[in-house]
């Protein structure tokens, strides 16, 4: 079974730097795609930064250059690095997993954590 487990999440200002972490169990890194989506109040879900099986990554457009994903495998755990943050980009963001291919956005077939939440103010 797998378990994602978030955190790292908080209230930061515009122009600031979150790094949220997902422990993983009962995941294999190789077979399947890992990443995070956020989702705002009113909004619909956006897949945001994900790691294929083959080590590739997908970034959603409104996060290139400022969102890096990475993994450690051998913590179990994969990370978020948020930098330039902006008031858009409040949401509450999930760790998900089971994607045969990026994005994740928590789809069926994905399994995904509790969330953390991030707000960024002006």
């Known amino acids: 079974e797998v378990m994602l487990v978030e955190s790292g999440g908080g209230l930061v200002q515009a122009g600031g730097s979150l790094r949220l972490s997902c422990a993983v169990s009962g995941f294999a890194f190789d077979e399947n795609a890992i990443g995070w989506f956020r989702q705002a109040p009113g909004k619909e879900r956006e897949g945001v930064s994900c790691?294929?099986?083959?080590?590739?990554?997908y970034s959603g457009e409104s996060v290139k250059g400022r969102f890096t994903i990475s993994s450690d495998n051998a913590k179990n755990t994969v990370y978020l690095q948020m930098n330039s943050l902006k008031i858009e980009d409040t949401a509450v963001y999930y760790c998900a997993a089971g994607a045969v291919r990026c994005p994740v956005r928590g789809s069926v077939g994905e399994t995904w954590g509790q969330g953390t939440l991030v707000t960024v103010s002006s």
């Open positions: 790691i294929n099986a083959d080590g590739s990554t």
